[in-house]
């Protein structure tokens, strides 16, 4: 109702997730109660959504707050981040393994029908 959720067009991993309010606040003291609700219950959906349609085992969840957090829009924003167990690390990259992630626009079509499924209780 007071939120968008977004792909993440510069994703960190193949399902990142930006949760935007609708009405423009910059911190997190802006938010309303049900907005403030709302965000937490959204964060949980999220969670189960890429448990599901990506199968995360863990997630980073994180806020950019202020002119120096490196925010590139000053608009309030969560992002939800799935983590995996075969995340390549250190090694894997040094020893010259190829990364792969989705497209975001894939991402985009993915993550709407989980989410509008989630909504509705059926799917488009």
């Given at each position: ?27 997190l ?8 609700l ?12 890429l ?7 863990s ?19 969560l ?16 020893g ?13 079509d ?15």
């Amino acid at each position: 109702q007071h939120f968008l959720v977004s792909a993440n067009a510069h994703a960190y991993n193949p399902g990142h997730l930006l949760l935007f309010p609708l009405r423009h606040v910059v911190t997190l003291g802006e938010l309303t109660e049900d907005e403030a609700l709302e965000l937490h219950r959204l964060q949980v959906d999220s969670f189960g959504v890429l448990r599901g349609l990506y199968g995360a085992v863990s997630f980073n969840v994180g806020l950019n707050l202020g002119p120096a957090s490196g925010a590139s829009i000053e608009h309030l924003h969560l992002h939800v981040v799935p983590r995996y167990d075969r995340e390549l690390g250190f090694m894997d990259i040094i020893g010259g393994a190829k990364i792969m992630v989705e497209d975001p626009t894939q991402s985009r079509d993915r993550l709407h029908t989980a989410f509008l499924e989630l909504s509705t209780g059926k799917s488009e």
